[in-house]
């Protein structure tokens, strides 16, 4: 719905019209007062173009807004009901609009009537019951020995994921799960993606973000490049600006990835920690199979790939720009709360016995 001018505007933007000015020269006049208005607005109060300024124009009252039917009828409750047995259902807000229904009464009929759920679509890792037990040990280790109370002040956590020019535009990310109706266990988005595609590496810590690290095109990330291009700027750049003095308090969290683990990764932390007394998660407390454990996976890169979902990014500098533009909106009291999300997952993952937790309920609604 477009947003109503005040009268203020309108007046002044008649004035300047009548002077003569061009509607580029009234979009100027306005913004010198403050005003923010486009172009094709003006030319709208310039040209009378609107349902109000025509009605005023005859010395008509303005038009009444239609309210919306409070009916459902059987055709609509079933044109509902095929609507959002699809795949990619349409938002409520468009099903409400396409049968001039309040959205407070198609949520209703879904819930109501037609007795539906909305479920999240989920993307998980398959478990052997190796990685269960290991979930249940290291989940639980993790918290007690790092996390517990103040202790993820001096936590950093960081993980590197891929980012598509396809992830912008995205498809809707629920459906609508009909009684009696088989329901897979975890329903599944992911699709293989073969277009534009960068690598970008990101870090959280208890005092504030690092910055994005973008990796090349067609580099991969073995040992040698982890630690030159990556641990390095973050552990011995970055961390010593947000903890001067305290690097010996500082523990590393990374996921078990094969530059994580391997043994000149194992050597670099070694040293790291002869230098500076900073720690790096050992592979034997790495919950593996775990990124409903990880802070980078469950808030930052979702968040990040959340922001592109609704964006129009053309180009791949495009979504890099609009990454770093949205990375650096986090702020100290998101992280508070991030942080203490990820304590309660590390702990439910254990009560869950190792198992996946990514649909337990109310674990989506959980605001940061």
Same mark, same amino acid.
């Given at each position: 719905?477009?947003?109503?001018?005040?009268?203020?505007?309108?007046?002044? /933007?008649?004035?300047? @019209?009548?002077?003569?000015?061009?509607?580029?020269?009234?979009?100027?006049?306005?913004?010198?007062?403050?005003?923010?208005?486009?172009? @094709?607005?003006? =030319?709208?109060?310039?040209?009378?173009?609107?349902?109000?300024?025509?009605?005023?124009?005859?010395?008509? =009252? @303005?038009?009444?807004?239609?309210?919306?039917?409070?009916?459902?009828?059987?055709?609509?409750?079933?044109?509902?009901?095929?609507?959002?047995?699809?795949?990619?259902?349409?938002?409520?807000?468009?099903?409400?609009?396409?049968?001039?229904?309040?959205?407070?009464?198609?949520?209703?009929?879904?819930?109501?009537?037609?007795?539906?759920?909305?479920?999240?679509?989920?993307?998980?890792?398959?478990?052997?019951?190796?990685?269960?037990?290991?979930?249940?040990?290291? @989940?639980?280790?993790?918290?007690?020995?790092?996390?517990?109370?103040?202790?993820?002040?001096?936590?950093?956590?960081?993980?590197?994921?891929?980012?598509?020019?396809?992830?912008?535009?995205?498809?809707?990310?629920?459906?609508?799960?009909?009684?009696?109706?088989?329901?897979?266990?975890?329903?599944?988005?992911?699709?293989?993606?073969?277009?534009?595609?960068?690598?970008?590496?990101?870090?959280? =810590?208890?005092?504030?973000?690092?910055?994005?690290?973008?990796?090349?095109?067609?580099?991969?990330?073995? =040992?040698?490049?982890?630690?030159?291009?990556?641990?390095?700027?973050?552990?011995?750049?970055?961390?010593?600006?947000?903890?001067?003095?305290?690097?010996?308090?500082?523990?590393?969290?990374?996921?078990?990835?094969s530059s994580h683990t391997s043994k000149k990764t194992e050597l670099?932390?070694?040293?790291?920690?002869?230098?500076?007394?900073? /720690?790096?998660?050992?592979?034997?407390?790495?919950?593996?199979?775990?990124?409903?454990?990880?802070?980078?996976?469950?808030?930052?890169?979702?968040?990040?790939?959340?922001?592109?979902?609704?964006?129009?990014?053309? /180009?791949?500098?495009?979504?890099?720009?609009?990454?770093?533009?949205?990375?650096?909106?986090?702020?100290?009291e998101m992280i508070g709360k991030v942080f203490d999300s990820w304590?309660?997952?590390?702990?439910?993952?254990?009560?869950?016995?190792?198992?996946?937790?990514?649909?337990?309920?109310?674990?989506?609604?959980?605001?940061?």
């Open positions: 719905m477009p947003k109503k001018l005040n009268s203020e505007v309108e007046y002044l /933007t008649r004035n300047y @019209s009548r002077e003569g000015l061009s509607i580029r020269a009234i979009v100027k006049k306005l913004e010198a007062s403050d005003h923010q208005i486009s172009k @094709s607005t003006v =030319s709208n109060i310039v040209n009378c173009i609107g349902n109000r300024r025509n009605h005023k124009l005859v010395g008509m =009252s @303005s038009p009444k807004k239609p309210q919306p039917s409070k009916k459902v009828t059987k055709d609509i409750l079933r044109k509902i009901d095929l609507l959002t047995d699809k795949e990619n259902p349409p938002s409520q807000s468009f099903i409400a609009k396409k049968f001039n229904l309040a959205q407070t009464t198609v949520s209703f009929v879904i819930r109501k009537k037609l007795g539906k759920k909305i479920k999240k679509k989920t993307v998980v890792h398959a478990l052997k019951p190796s990685h269960i037990a290991n979930r249940k040990k290291n @989940s639980i280790g993790l918290y007690k020995k790092r996390l517990a109370g103040q202790k993820s002040e001096f936590v950093v956590t960081l993980d590197e994921a891929l980012f598509f020019l396809d992830d912008c535009k995205g498809s809707r990310k629920i459906y609508y799960k009909k009684p009696g109706k088989l329901d897979p266990e975890f329903m599944t988005v992911k699709k293989e993606k073969f277009g534009k595609k960068f690598m970008v590496v990101g870090a959280i =810590s208890g005092r504030g973000i690092l910055p994005l690290i973008k990796v090349p095109q067609n580099v991969k990330i073995n =040992s040698e490049y982890y630690i030159e291009n990556v641990l390095k700027p973050f552990l011995e750049v970055e961390i010593p600006k947000l903890y001067p003095g305290e690097e010996s308090k500082v523990f590393v969290h990374h996921d078990a990835a670099y932390g070694k040293d790291l920690k002869e230098r500076l007394g900073m /720690t790096i998660i050992p592979t034997s407390e790495i919950p593996v199979k775990s990124p409903d454990t990880s802070p980078m996976d469950f808030f930052g890169f979702g968040m990040l790939k959340q922001k592109l979902h609704s964006r129009k990014a053309s /180009t791949m500098k495009g979504v890099w720009k609009l990454l770093q533009k949205e990375w650096n909106k986090i702020t100290l304590k309660w997952r590390l702990r439910l993952v254990n009560e869950k016995n190792g198992e996946q937790i990514e649909q337990t309920k109310k674990i989506h609604k959980r605001k940061l």
